[in-house]
């Protein structure tokens, strides 16, 4: 699995995103993202609604290309998986650790830290 896909793929799992019931079912959002633009549909928590479950995929992953390779104002190469996840707010030390188990049985690597760089997401696709 591409380390890129496996990582959406992860923020997916601890959002609910493919668990029905949960508001990122609900909008069609599996990486409960947000938008402060006035033009983008969304609830009054800024949380953005999607028509289908793809497009709010494809969303998740260009967001998540432009944070891991430095192209978001927010965050460089340099800064950590669990820095990132803060911005998804995956903050409790167990849902941190859900996303990296995830990571782990995914791209067969027991490598696979909190503290990775993101930046390692881009590197060496298998």
């Known amino acids: 699995m591409i380390r890129f896909e496996a990582l959406a793929l992860a923020i997916c799992d601890s959002n609910g995103g493919f668990t029905p019931g949960t508001k990122a079912f609900q909008y069609c959002n599996p990486g409960l993202l947000k938008t402060y633009r006035p033009e983008k549909k ?14 709010g995929f494809k969303a998740l992953m260009a967001e998540l290309q432009a944070r891991c390779t430095g192209l ?23 849902a941190v650790r859900r996303v990296v188990l995830f990571l782990r049985r995914a791209l067969e690597d027991e490598n696979v830290t909190a503290q990775l760089r993101l930046g390692w997401f881009q590197e060496d696709r298998k």
Do not use: A, C
């Open 42 to 55: 969304k609830d009054e928590e800024n949380y953005r609604i999607f028509t289908t479950v793809v497009g």
């Open 72 to 94: 978001n104002h927010r965050l460089t190469q340099e800064n950590s998986l669990q820095d990132m996840l803060t911005l998804y707010d995956i903050t409790h030390d167990q």
